[in-house]
T-cell receptor, first 112, second 114 residues
Framework: KAGVTQTPRYLIKTRGQQVTLSCSPI?????VSWYQQTPGQGLQFLFE???????NKGNFPGRFSGRQFSNSRSEMNVSTLELGDSALYLC???????????FGSGTQLSVL | GQQLNQSPQSMFIQEGEDVSMNCTSS?????WLWYKQDPGEGPVLLIA?????ELTSNGRLTAQFGITRKDSFLNISASIPSDVGIYFC??????????????FGSGTQLTVLP
C-alpha cells in the first residue's frame, strides 16, 4: 500500500507569490490534515479535512487555505507569501477523524 | 491552548545504552502518540496509547500513558545507530463534532555514538 504522497518535495518562491501544495492520502483514508514545521515553532496544525469539508482549523492567517476533493486528495494554498512562511509543510492522512495519523515526507518551501 | 513540555531537548548516548524521554502537560489527553522523524522525512508513528496506565511495546520501544493522563514516557532499550532522529510526543483530545485536537511536543533529538 502506497504511503502519503506529497508534491512537490521542494519549492522556492519569492515574497508576494502564491503556492499550491498537493497531497494524496493512503488509499482508503478519508481524512487529511496539514501541518507546518519550523525549527522555532515545531509542528503547528493548519487544518483537517474529512469528506471534502474542513473540520478543524489551527491559528493561521487567512492566507493559508485548503480543500479536499471527492477522491480524498487535498491541496493547500498559501497566498501572498512571506519570508516567515518558509517551512516544511506536512500532510497526514487517517482512516477517519480521530484515527492514527500517517505523515508524508513533506514539501520544503523556501520563500526568498 | 494545550502545551506539551518534552524533555530532554537533546541526548547523546553510546550505542547499546537505554534512553528515556517524556512529555508532560497541564491538560488531560485521551490519546498519547509517539513519532520519530528522520532528516528530510515526515514523522513516523511508533506507538499509540489510548488508556491511562497503558504500557505498550514495539520492539525495543516501550511507552506508557500516565495515570493522570497528563504525561507519557518513551523508553528505547539497547540503542543502535538507526535510532538517531527526532522523537516527538503528541497528545490528542477529540473536539466537539469529532474533530481532533492534536498537540505536538517540541521534540527530542537523539544522537547515538558508536
Amino acid at each position: 500500500k502506497a504511503g502519503v504522497t506529497q508534491t512537490p518535495r521542494y519549492l522556492i518562491k519569492t515574497r508576494g507569490q502564491q503556492v499550491t501544495l498537493s497531497c494524496s492520502p493512503i488509499s482508503g483514508h478519508r481524512s487529511v490534515s496539514w501541518y507546518q514545521q519550523t525549527p522555532g515553532q515545531g509542528l503547528q496544525f493548519l487544518f483537517e479535512y474529512f469528506s471534502e469539508t474542513q473540520r478543524n482549523k489551527g491559528n493561521f492567517p487567512g492566507r493559508f487555505s485548503g480543500r479536499q476533493f471527492s477522491n480524498s486528495r487535498s491541496e493547500m494554498n498559501v497566498s501572498t507569501l512571506e519570508l516567515g512562511d518558509s517551512a516544511l509543510y506536512l500532510c497526514a492522512s487517517s482512516l477517519g477523524l480521530n484515527e492514527k495519523l500517517f505523515f508524508g515526507s513533506g514539501t520544503q518551501l523556501s520563500v526568498l | 491552548g494545550q502545551q506539551l513540555n518534552q524533555s530532554p531537548q537533546s541526548m547523546f548516548i553510546q550505542e547499546g545504552e537505554d534512553v528515556s524521554m517524556n512529555c508532560t502537560s497541564s491538560s488531560i489527553f485521551n490519546t498519547w502518540l509517539w513519532y520519530k522523524q528522520d532528516p528530510g522525512e515526515g514523522p513516523v508513528l511508533l506507538i499509540a496509547l489510548y488508556k491511562a496506565g497503558e504500557l505498550t511495546s514495539n520492539g525495543r520501544l516501550t511507552a506508557q500513558f500516565g495515570i493522570t493522563r497528563k504525561d507519557s514516557f518513551l523508553n528505547i532499550s539497547a540503542s543502535i545507530p538507526s535510532d538517531v532522529g527526532i522523537y516527538f510526543c503528541a497528545g490528542q483530545i477529540p473536539r466537539s463534532g469529532s474533530a481532533r485536537q492534536l498537540t505536538f511536543g517540541s521534540g527530542t533529538q537523539l544522537t547515538v555514538l558508536p
